[in-house]
């Protein structure tokens, strides 16, 4: 309902930029290149979504939205992920390193420094 009688509501709608970058594909919005990453690793891991989400106390289906980039996450959200995973959040939103090589590039969404353990 509008404030006042000559408002008109307002709708808004969600954006996101697209980021003409190599990693994980052109025009990959920022949300789409972080699931990409932490779907990576994931699978690096041989952990399944429910797996994931389970560790990170998330609902699955949240996880499936973080990954496939319909989420927007919370940097607390981010942190336990990126702790779960065995990195940091720093290296979750870190651009992946440009690649010459088409066969590079195909795997370049897997480049995620992974802490030292220890």
Not at 92 to 111: H, T, V, Y
Request: glycine share 8%; hydrophobic share 40%; with cysteine.
């Amino acid at each position: 309902m509008p404030l006042h009688a000559d408002q008109e509501d307002l709708t808004f709608a969600f954006y996101s930029p697209r980021l003409d970058s190599n990693f994980g594909g052109p025009n990959m919005n920022i949300q789409e290149q972080l699931g990409a990453k932490i779907r990576g690793l994931r699978l690096r891991k041989g952990w399944s979504q429910e797996l994931l989400a389970d560790i990170c106390g998330l609902h699955r289906s949240h996880m499936g939205e973080i990954e496939r980039g319909h989420a927007n996450v919370t940097l607390a959200t981010l942190v336990i992920i990126a702790e779960k995973l065995e990195t940091t959040a720093a290296a979750l939103i870190r651009p992946a390193p440009i690649r010459k090589d088409k066969a590079e590039q195909r795997s370049s969404i897997f480049d995620v420094p992974l802490k030292p353990a220890g």
